[in-house]
């Protein structure tokens, strides 16, 4: 029995995508290693530098409350472990990462402009501030989300959308998330 190759194309196909992706990616502006200074003097002095921890915290938050959620008793050495599981070399690819970003998107000029405004007296306020306000504005957003999706007029605003499109008749009953005959 002759089997076909499907190989080929596929590999074939994947090769082209590879060389395009190529092509893009190393036609961005070279980096000199003025730029890339500055660049992480930028992410200093505006404090995002800062919030890259946020972002290591956030990547492993949720694998940390799987772990409370499965190990109910779990000694602090191993939280402080845990904590720094996600160390330099990933903080440094996320860096480098960021910084190929400000590179493609930013003239050495606009770094250098911009530097010079984040050094100000203004924008150290700001930054100590942020985070603080960034965190309550997250919570109020969170909260307002939960008071509209479950207020009885935004139900009645789906239910009515629901109708005006007939999405009864278009879709059988079998495929309705929240029928009462698939809850039995």
């Given at each position: 029995?002759?089997q076909?190759?499907k190989w080929p194309?596929i590999f074939?196909?994947?090769m ?6 190529l092509s893009?990616a190393?036609a961005?502006?070279?980096l000199?290693p003025?730029k890339k ?5 930028l992410l200093?002095?505006s404090?995002?530098m800062?919030?890259?921890?946020y ?16 190990y ?7 939280w402080?472990?845990f904590?720094?599981l ?9 860096m ?7 590179n493609?998107?930013?003239s ?7 530097i010079?405004?984040?050094?100000t007296p203004?924008?150290e306020?700001w930054?100590?501030k942020?985070?603080d306000i960034?965190r309550?504005?997250g919570?109020i ?7 509209v ?5 935004f139900?009645?605003k789906?239910?009515?959308?629901v109708?005006?499109?007939?999405l009864?008749k278009l ?5 309705k998330p ?7």
């Amino acid at each position: 029995m002759e089997q076909s190759c499907k190989w080929p194309p596929i590999f074939f196909g994947l090769m082209a995508w590879l060389i395009i992706l190529l092509s893009v990616a190393f036609a961005e502006e070279k980096l000199s290693p003025e730029k890339k200074r500055d660049i992480f003097k930028l992410l200093e002095v505006s404090g995002l530098m800062a919030q890259m921890d946020y972002m290591k915290d956030g990547a492993i938050e949720p694998y940390g409350r799987m772990i409370s959620l499965t190990y109910p008793k779990v000694p602090g050495a191993f939280w402080d472990e845990f904590g720094k599981l996600i160390g330099k070399e990933e903080m440094d690819l996320l860096m480098d990462r960021v910084v190929r970003v400000y590179n493609k998107h930013m003239s050495h000029d606009v770094i250098k402009e911009l530097i010079k405004m984040f050094s100000t007296p203004f924008w150290e306020e700001w930054k100590q501030k942020m985070p603080d306000i960034s965190r309550e504005a997250g919570l109020i957003g969170s909260q307002w989300t939960q008071e509209v999706l479950q207020s009885e007029t935004f139900k009645q605003k789906v239910d009515d959308l629901v109708k005006k499109y007939d999405l009864e008749k278009l879709n059988p009953l079998k495929n309705k998330p929240h029928s009462k005959e698939n809850s039995k």
